[in-house]
């Protein structure tokens, strides 16, 4: 008798696990062409649901040489410059930031700073130590200037990615697998998402949206039948 409970338990978990698999792959792929702000197509980006997250192959053309941020948006209306994209997509109202620390503002005196930068050392991202300098400006006598800084510690944005580095030619095909992002209800919701592409790369840290300049391409995500 126990052995058979044993072998229920055992096929219970296994078409549990099956059932779980199945629905991960479940998900219709999607789509994003992408426009310029002259309103012209420069390639797409597909999506497909992995049981590992959501993998994004690009395949783009005319776009400046250099590293571009490449993020998804939480809205998906694309119209020139593309701000009606909103922000980056972030269903868990985290910082933004794919290394885990963002950088915003808060005040800092003349008498907690010593030179043009300030160091913060913090042990809580993955247990080790983060060494982050901030620049600040001095005044004709050599004294640093009151400014800002943030330091948080997050996951960052289910929209941040890698930045994409574009060649010569300007053409680029690359794939990208965002381990959080979920072809679901959240991403396809009322006001849809978008991918979008920045003039200057992300530089990883700074909220909102890693100081990555202008963006210069963007396409709305159509869930494929």
């Not at 993020?71 to 972030?90: I, R």
Request: include cysteine; proline fraction near 6%; charged fraction near 15%.
């Amino acid at each position: 008798m126990k052995n058979n409970n044993l072998v229920n338990s055992l096929f219970v978990t296994v078409a549990l696990a099956a059932i779980s698999i199945q629905s991960a792959m479940a998900s219709h792929p999607a789509r994003a062409e992408m426009f310029d702000q002259q309103g012209m197509s420069i390639g797409e980006v597909t999506l497909t649901q992995t049981p590992g997250g959501t993998l994004l192959h690009a395949r783009l053309s005319n776009l400046s040489p250099g590293a571009h941020a490449f993020h998804v948006h939480a809205v998906g209306v694309c119209e020139a410059p593309f701000t009606s994209a909103g922000g980056h997509f972030n269903p868990e109202g985290e910082v933004h930031g794919i290394l885990g620390m963002s950088v915003g503002e808060q005040p800092v005196t003349a008498s907690s700073a010593t030179s043009q930068q300030v160091m913060l050392t913090t042990r809580e991202f993955l247990g080790e130590t983060i060494n982050l300098i901030l620049p600040f400006e001095t005044d004709e006598a050599g004294n640093v200037v009151p400014g800002l800084w943030r330091a948080q510690i997050g996951q960052g944005h289910v929209g941040d990615m890698p930045n994409i580095h574009v060649p010569a030619s300007g053409e680029l095909e690359i794939e990208v697998l965002n381990p959080r992002l979920k072809l679901d209800y959240s991403l396809f919701d009322d006001d849809g998402a978008a991918i979008v592409i920045h003039e200057g790369p992300d530089d990883y840290m700074t909220d909102p949206a890693g100081a990555a300049g202008p963006r210069v391409a963007c396409g709305v995500i159509v869930e494929q039948e």
